[in-house]
């Protein structure tokens, strides 16, 4: 469905396999949620692998097409210049400062995945279930419902980018990471998830969803594999008795230890090696 001089505001949704457009481009604003399915969205120089719940924000000074791995189903929420500049009476103090076409236009938005959490999931799916469900009933263009509807979608855009943002004025990244988490293994406390995030000024969500994004595997995974790998290394020196190896990481006590190591290596600490 292409959008028209005369259509502010248009929604359009459907299921590929194989997607229809070449590499292009508009001359208005898209905001693109995937509903279901898995592939690559390649937008300028970036590729971002997509899945089910994400969603991009392309501005006519983008070029992207998407290449489809598994089925996709796609809602595209298309508009022009004209649909918020014709609304004002509508708008937040904030919107005055920054228009959502200028936000549109945010390099962040171009280069990454949108990382939202699971509260913010939710709202996203509803949100774009509610614009989906309004469409075909009026002129959406003119509903102040939809309006409104549509303004929640940035506002979820705006504070995903402000962590993101966040993220990248820390400095924080693969290296800083696992020397912080190697540094603090010893300590329980320090390698919880929220004392980890904290450290590096950024949500705790978050955190979650880029360290399994970078590295392969959740971060508690990662940690108790760590934790175990050491603990195996210590066992297998045979120079510190269990009840030590509990101390130096942590451990309530050696019993503690001991049903930690046999709910991962399905033996105990005291076994390990022998034989």
């Given at each position: 469905?292409?959008?028209?001089?005369?259509?502010?505001?248009?929604?359009?949704?459907?299921?590929?396999?194989k997607?229809?457009?070449?590499?292009?481009s508009?001359?208005?604003?898209e905001l693109?949620y995937?509903?279901?399915?898995?592939?690559?969205?390649?937008?300028?120089?970036s590729?971002?692998?997509?899945k089910?719940?994400?969603l991009?924000?392309?501005?006519?000074?983008?070029?992207?097409?998407?290449?489809?791995?598994?089925?996709t189903?796609?809602?595209?929420?298309?508009?022009?210049?004209?649909?918020?500049?014709?609304?004002?009476?509508?708008?937040?103090?904030?919107m005055?400062?920054?228009?959502?076409?200028?936000f549109?236009r945010?390099?962040?938005?171009?280069?990454?995945?949108?990382q939202?959490?699971d509260?913010c999931?939710?709202?996203?799916?509803?949100?774009?279930?509610?614009?989906t469900?309004?469409?075909?009933?009026?002129?959406i263009s003119?509903?102040?419902?939809i309006?409104?509807?549509?303004?929640?979608?940035?506002?979820?855009?705006?504070?995903?980018?402000?962590?993101?943002q966040?993220?990248?004025?820390?400095?924080i990244?693969?290296?800083n990471?696992?020397?912080?988490?190697?540094?603090?293994?010893?300590?329980?406390?320090k390698?919880?998830?929220?004392?980890?995030?904290?450290?590096?000024?950024i949500?705790?969500?978050?955190f979650?969803?880029?360290?399994?994004?970078?590295?392969?595997?959740?971060?508690?995974?990662?940690?108790?594999?760590?934790?175990?790998r050491?603990?195996?290394?210590?066992?297998a020196?045979?120079n510190?008795?269990?009840k030590?190896?509990?101390?130096?990481?942590?451990f309530?006590?050696?019993?503690?230890?001991?049903?930690?190591f046999k709910?991962?290596?399905?033996?105990?600490?005291?076994?390990?090696g022998k034989?």
């Amino acid at each position: 469905m292409k959008l028209n001089q005369f259509a502010l505001l248009m929604l359009d949704e459907f299921e590929e396999e194989k997607f229809h457009l070449p590499v292009h481009s508009h001359t208005y604003y898209e905001l693109i949620y995937i509903k279901k399915g898995e592939g690559i969205h390649h937008i300028n120089e970036s590729r971002l692998t997509y899945k089910a719940g994400d969603l991009f924000a392309i501005s006519p000074d983008d070029s992207h097409y998407f290449d489809i791995h598994s089925s996709t189903r796609f809602v595209f929420i298309k508009f022009t210049d004209s649909y918020f500049s014709s609304k004002k009476n509508l708008y937040t103090d904030d919107m005055l400062m920054n228009t959502p076409e200028q936000f549109m236009r945010n390099k962040l938005l171009k280069e990454h995945v949108l990382q939202l959490g699971d509260d913010c999931h939710t709202i996203l799916r509803n949100t774009v279930e509610n614009i989906t469900a309004y469409n075909g009933r009026t002129d959406i263009s003119t509903s102040p419902i939809i309006f409104f509807q549509i303004l929640s979608i940035f506002g979820l855009l705006k504070e995903a980018t402000e962590k993101m943002q966040a993220v990248q004025s820390t400095g924080i990244d693969n290296n800083n990471v696992i020397a912080y988490v190697h540094q603090h293994i010893y300590f329980p406390d320090k390698v919880q998830v929220k004392e980890i995030a904290a450290h590096f000024a950024i949500a705790p969500t978050y955190f979650s969803a880029w360290f399994k994004r970078n590295f392969g595997l959740t971060y508690r995974d990662y940690i108790n594999n760590l934790r175990i790998r050491l603990i195996e290394q210590r066992i297998a020196g045979r120079n510190m008795p269990i009840k030590q190896i509990a101390h130096e990481f942590g451990f309530t006590d050696e019993s503690h230890l001991s049903n930690y190591f046999k709910k991962r290596k399905n033996i105990k600490p005291s076994a390990f090696g022998k034989g």
